[in-house]
């Protein structure tokens, strides 16, 4: 469809999609009085419809000022809403054709047919808000990653059609254009040395610390101001680093995930960063140089959350959890990498050692969150491709971003591949590193101590991700589903030059913003 046939079949569907909604928020409303069940699906129903209205509102307003490729992935997934909502909308009027023909046929005096009558409406009004809530939710985790993939966009028109839209600071429209805001050079409503400070007192801090494992360097302690749990994040600086560069990405990074909301990003919310001395950590390798700048960065744990531990000690310990748990774990760790690329920044350190997973009491697994920032920077940024040669690190990297001096540029595909390794790990819920005391071992449903000894490093770390591959292929759908299966295979072959790249050729991946990578990641991987 041409640019123009498109966005005017994007308009209609976004009109339709306003009227469907108010057409069965008017029916609902008629009940919310009458039992405080109805009345509390009321309010889920409204609430997940006004966040709805805003960003299809948003997504009108600043049609024309998107990219075409991401014009068509809206326009699918407006389609999809509108076949959700037209579904519903016509069930109801079945419904109240049905009960207006049946009542129509009922003598005035027949008490019973009308007590069941209104029975038999509660219990569709029931049913309906119940499927409504159901599908909204499913369409908002479908489309709330794209959403945020606006924030990649460098456009004005798209910063000012936010700052017309926004009306309250809880919108989502809010939300999107604090982080562009962050992320941009010159923020249009606030310059950077008016913006409140992001760094903390270090007496902020409780003195009592614990440690979520002995394989990270992560602390749990209180934040002393209201005694808030809070999980302390390392991130170390060579002595090569300027400083004036380190605090600038680590002040954008915190300002970032400030805003971020933890329920659909999978990211804690920061608090703050404390501006530490220089200091040697316990997993900082014993030939690397003393860093010469640390930062603290301290999360809030959500308050319904306790007891955190490691992906990697969930997966060494082994105990079996309900499938449709680890499905949401995958799925939770998928969006949260979408996140942090669509703020505008890589991770590079993605691996079960820098996933926490806390208790939430409702539960067996948990909920996780991606921490581990220790090697991030900016995706804009440039890159001085450095490494190591710890074979357990380079096993969640791309065989071309391995050992000292890395072969390639870092870019969004490497965290991809990186997670892709994760997910395989879950799938088969296996660690495919061990810790141990002389430090770690492959896993055991890995045989890679022949290639690990390989003289040839390249050529033993793409021997690796092929046993990898074939693993997700061949292992997987027994445990995990066909689907599951490709998704992790898609992951894993993200960088491939061939036809094996599940996200398409090289070049028809490469542009600007980063916007279509998003755009194959959200629907091979994320959806």
Same mark, same amino acid.
């Given at each position: 469809?041409?640019?123009?046939?498109?966005?005017l079949?994007?308009?209609?569907t976004?009109?339709l999609?306003?009227?469907?909604?108010?057409?069965?928020?008017?029916f609902?409303n008629?009940?919310?009085h009458?039992?405080?069940?109805?009345?509390?699906?009321m309010?889920?129903?409204?609430s997940s419809?006004?966040?709805? #209205?805003?960003?299809?509102?948003?997504?009108?307003?600043?049609?024309n /000022?998107?990219?075409q490729?991401?014009?068509?992935?809206?326009?699918?997934?407006l389609?999809?809403?509108e076949?959700k909502?037209?579904?519903?909308?016509?069930?109801l009027?079945k419904?109240?054709e049905t009960?207006?023909?049946d009542s129509?046929t009922t003598?005035?005096g027949?008490? /019973?047919?009308?007590?069941?009558?209104?029975k038999?409406?509660y219990?569709?009004?029931?049913?309906?808000?119940?499927?409504?809530?159901?599908?909204?939710?499913?369409?908002?985790e479908e489309?709330?990653?794209s959403?945020y993939?606006?924030?990649?966009?460098?456009?004005?028109?798209?910063?000012?059609?936010?700052q017309?839209?926004q009306?309250?600071?809880d919108?989502?429209t809010?939300q999107?254009?604090?982080?562009?805001?962050?992320?941009?050079?010159?923020?249009p409503?606030?310059?950077?040395?008016e913006r409140p400070?992001?760094f903390?007192?270090?007496?902020?801090?409780?003195?009592?610390?614990?440690?979520?494992?002995?394989?990270?360097?992560?602390?749990l302690?209180?934040?002393?101001?209201?005694?808030?749990?809070?999980i302390?994040?390392?991130?170390?600086y060579? !002595?090569d680093?300027e400083?004036e560069?380190?605090?600038?990405?680590?002040?954008?990074?915190?300002?970032?995930?400030?805003?971020n909301d933890?329920s659909?990003s999978?990211?804690?919310t920061?608090?703050?960063?404390?501006?530490?001395?220089?200091?040697r950590?316990?997993t900082? !390798?014993?030939?690397?140089?003393?860093?010469?700048?640390?930062?603290?960065?301290?999360?809030e744990?959500?308050t319904?959350?306790?007891?955190?531990?490691?992906?990697r000690?969930?997966?060494v310990?082994?105990?079996?959890?309900?499938?449709?748990?680890r499905?949401?774990?995958?799925?939770s760790?998928?969006?949260?990498?979408?996140?942090?690329?669509?703020s505008?920044?890589v991770?590079?350190?993605?691996?079960p050692?820098?996933?926490i997973?806390f208790?939430?009491?409702?539960l067996s697994?948990?909920? !996780?969150y991606?921490i581990?920032?220790?090697r991030?920077?900016?995706?804009a940024?440039g890159?001085?491709?450095q490494g190591?040669?710890?074979?357990?690190r380079?096993?969640y990297?791309?065989?071309?971003?391995?050992?000292?001096?890395?072969?390639?540029?870092?870019?969004?595909?490497?965290?991809?591949?990186s997670?892709?390794i994760?997910?395989l790990?879950?799938?088969?819920w296996?660690?495919?590193?061990i810790p141990?005391?002389?430090?770690?071992q492959?896993?055991p449903?890995?045989?890679?101590?022949?290639?690990? /000894?390989?003289?040839?490093?390249?050529?033993?770390?793409?021997d690796?991700?092929?046993?990898?591959t074939?693993?997700?292929l061949?292992?997987l !759908?027994l445990?995990?589903?066909?689907r599951?299966?490709?998704?992790v295979?898609a992951?894993?072959?993200c960088?491939d030059?061939?036809e094996?790249?599940r996200?398409?050729?090289? #070049?028809d991946?490469?542009?600007?913003?980063?916007?279509?990578?998003?755009i194959q990641?959200?629907e091979?991987?994320?959806?």
């Amino acid at each position: 469809m041409d640019p123009i046939g498109l966005g005017l079949a994007a308009f209609a569907t976004v009109d339709l999609c306003m009227k469907y909604g108010q057409r069965l928020r008017a029916f609902y409303n008629d009940y919310k009085h009458r039992e405080d069940e109805i009345h509390g699906m009321m309010l889920a129903v409204e609430s997940s419809f006004l966040k709805t #209205e805003w960003q299809l509102q948003t997504v009108r307003k600043i049609w024309n /000022s998107l990219d075409q490729r991401l014009q068509d992935h809206f326009a699918n997934l407006l389609q999809h809403l509108e076949n959700k909502l037209q579904n519903a909308v016509s069930k109801l009027e079945k419904f109240l054709e049905t009960d207006a023909r049946d009542s129509s046929t009922t003598t005035a005096g027949v008490h /019973s047919h009308k007590s069941s009558g209104i029975k038999l409406r509660y219990v569709f009004c029931k049913d309906s808000m119940r499927k409504t809530i159901e599908d909204l939710k499913r369409w908002q985790e479908e489309f709330d990653p794209s959403w945020y993939l606006m924030t990649l966009i460098a456009n004005p028109v798209i910063d000012r059609g936010l700052q017309d839209m926004q009306d309250t600071h809880d919108s989502p429209t809010h939300q999107l254009q604090k982080i562009r805001n962050t992320l941009s050079k010159t923020s249009p409503s606030t310059s950077t040395s008016e913006r409140p400070t992001i760094f903390l007192d270090p007496r902020s801090l409780g003195n009592e610390r614990y440690s979520i494992s002995p394989s990270s360097q992560a602390i749990l302690t209180s934040y002393s101001s209201n005694n808030t749990q809070v999980i302390i994040d390392t991130v170390s600086y060579s !002595p090569d680093t300027e400083t004036e560069l380190a605090v600038s990405h680590v002040r954008d990074l915190a300002r970032v995930l400030a805003a971020n909301d933890p329920s659909t990003s999978g990211l804690l919310t920061c608090q703050g960063v404390i501006k530490r001395p220089a200091r040697r950590s316990s997993t900082t !390798p014993s030939w690397s140089p003393t860093p010469s700048l640390s930062f603290d960065f301290v999360f809030e744990v959500p308050t319904c959350l306790h007891t955190p531990k490691l992906l990697r000690d969930l997966l060494v310990s082994r105990v079996p959890h309900p499938l449709d748990e680890r499905f949401d774990l995958a799925k939770s760790l998928a969006r949260s990498i979408m996140f942090v690329h669509t703020s505008g920044f890589v991770h590079k350190n993605v691996r079960p050692d820098t996933i926490i997973v806390f208790n939430s009491g409702t539960l067996s697994l948990g909920k !996780p969150y991606l921490i581990g920032f220790e090697r991030f920077r900016p995706l804009a940024s440039g890159t001085n491709r450095q490494g190591d040669t710890l074979w357990e690190r380079n096993l969640y990297r791309h065989p071309r971003r391995q050992g000292v001096c890395p072969e390639d540029y870092y870019k969004m595909q490497h965290d991809i591949y990186s997670l892709g390794i994760c997910l395989l790990e879950i799938g088969l819920w296996t660690s495919f590193v061990i810790p141990d005391d002389f430090g770690f071992q492959p896993g055991p449903a890995l045989s890679i101590n022949q290639a690990l /000894s390989m003289k040839d490093k390249v050529k033993a770390a793409f021997d690796i991700k092929r046993q990898l591959t074939d693993m997700a292929l061949t292992a997987l !759908p027994l445990s995990m589903g066909t689907r599951y299966a490709n998704l992790v295979v898609a992951c894993l072959t993200c960088l491939d030059p061939d036809e094996t790249n599940r996200f398409g050729k090289k #070049e028809d991946l490469q542009d600007e913003d980063g916007v279509v990578v998003g755009i194959q990641y959200i629907e091979k991987v994320v959806t």
